[in-house]
């Protein structure tokens, strides 16, 4: 089930997309559209082709040998698979956040800086008002301000990972994927990222890929439900969890399989 939503409502729009690792197929035929400023949640069993379809939307799946994808994924109405897209600035636009923490074993200003650097931002001043400002976006600034030339690694994995969202902000992206960004964090840092999602939606359209459903029920907007590579279901998260159309994404959302 597929909403329509107005053109300039939507801010990704994936038509018809199949992709293939060597000879299995991973998506088939998956049409969509993301919304801007709201969160939309990708969910499914392991294996179904929810962080597939992620990757799909700024160009990861590039870097994978072998890697084939037919249809088409539209930003801002423009196919950012065409010939002349240059998916570096593509994957600027529409930044990815990782299931693991991944930050670089710098100082928390450097994995900041980092990004505004590699785009031509040399002035000293200009990336500290950059790096304070995406870190209180991030809600990381008030733990760190007074060290932020101290290592990232020494923080804890939930700030890591805010420190992650910070260090794409940074870049000012219009698009923020999430791959299960809380798998690997406890409880508390779980509710602390689910909270800076429902503040990053006010400004970012924003896409999760999520295997907890309670998660999803919390906050996104939009949800669409995944089955072996295809797009079951897609609408509001409050009629995907109370009404669902289709028996399997009942099924699913009842627990009697996944």
Excluded at 131 to 159: C, F, I, N, P, Y
Excluded at 175 to 191: F, G, K, R
Aim: net charge negative; proline share 4%.
């Amino acid at each position: 089930m597929v909403i329509k939503m107005t053109e300039q409502h939507e801010i990704i729009h994936v038509d018809h997309v199949n992709l293939w690792y060597g000879d299995s197929m991973a998506l088939r035929d998956v049409t969509m559209g993301m919304p801007d400023r709201q969160v939309t949640a990708l969910i499914g069993p392991s294996g179904c082709g929810k962080s597939t379809l992620l990757r799909c939307l700024n160009r990861m799946n590039d870097l994978v040998e072998q890697c084939r994808m037919q249809g088409v994924v539209n930003f801002h109405s423009k196919n950012i698979y065409a010939s002349d897209v240059d998916p570096v600035e593509i994957r600027r636009k529409i930044g990815m956040v990782f299931q693991r923490p991944n930050p670089f074993p710098k100082s928390i200003y450097e994995n900041v800086s980092y990004g505004p650097r590699v785009h031509g931002v040399k002035d000293r001043k200009q990336l500290d008002t950059i790096v304070e400002k995406t870190l209180k976006r991030a809600a990381l600034w008030d733990e760190v301000k007074d060290r932020l030339h101290d290592s990232a690694m020494g923080l804890s994995g939930g700030q890591q990972q805010r420190l992650c969202i910070a260090r794409t902000l940074a870049v000012e992206p219009e698009v923020i994927l999430m791959d299960e960004p809380c798998s690997a964090l406890d409880p508390i840092a779980t509710a602390k990222i689910e909270s800076l999602i429902e503040e990053l939606k006010t400004e970012y359209c924003v896409v999760i890929v999520t295997h907890n459903m309670q998660q999803a029920s919390r906050v996104s907007d939009y949800t669409g439900f995944m089955y072996l590579g295809e797009l079951v279901e897609f609408g509001t998260t409050r009629q995907i969890f109370e009404t669902p159309h289709e028996t399997l994404t009942e099924n699913y959302i009842t627990g009697r399989f996944g």
